[in-house]
C-alpha cells in the first residue's frame, strides 16, 4: 500500500504529459532492475513484447509492479516471484480487460520461463484485452 501511494503521489506532481509517460516507463524500467535474475529477463522480455505489440498501452507502477494501462486504467501487470516470496512469476489482468469468455475465465498466468510461444500468447491475450 506504501509503493501505490507513492506512485499515486508521484502521478499527482505537475508536468507534460509527455513527461509523466516517460518517468512512469523510467520507474517501470528502474524496478525491472530491481528484480532477481530470472524475473528481470522474463519482465524485460513482456515489456518489449507489450511496447512492440500494443503500443497504445502506457508502462506505469502499480502497487509497486510494472503494469500497462490504457487511458490511466490498469490493463495487465508482471507480479515478480520474489514480491510474495512465490515459487513462479504472474503475468495478470484487472478487471478493465476485454478477457469475458463465458461465466469463467483465466485472470492470471503462471510464469517460470518465457518460451517464444508464451511470449506469442501474451501478445495474442494483450491485444484482445485492449480491444
Not at 532477481?36 to 507502477?61: F, G
Not at 514480491?83 to 483465466?106: C, E, I, Q
Request: hydrophobic share 45%.
Amino acid at each position: 500500500m506504501k509503493a501505490r501511494a507513492q506512485e499515486l503521489k508521484a502521478s499527482a506532481r505537475r508536468g507534460s504529459r509527455a513527461d509523466k509517460a516517460a518517468q512512469e516507463e523510467a520507474a517501470v524500467v528502474e524496478k525491472i532492475a530491481e528484480m532477481q535474475e530470472s524475473d528481470r529477463a522474463m519482465a524485460e522480455r513482456i515489456h518489449a513484447v507489450i511496447k512492440e505489440n500494443v503500443p497504445e498501452l502506457a508502462p506505469k507502477l502499480w502497487y509497486g509492479m510494472p503494469s500497462y494501462a490504457k487511458d490511466g486504467k490498469v490493463v495487465c501487470f508482471f507480479q515478480s516471484a520474489q514480491k510474495f516470496g512465490a515459487r513462479y512469476a504472474t503475468f495478470g489482468f484487472s478487471d478493465k480487460a476485454n478477457l469475458d469468455d463465458g461465466a469463467m475465465w483465466p485472470a492470471s498466468y503462471a510464469l517460470t520461463e518465457l518460451t517464444s510461444e508464451a511470449e506469442a500468447m501474451i501478445a495474442a491475450l494483450v491485444r484482445n484485452a485492449v480491444s
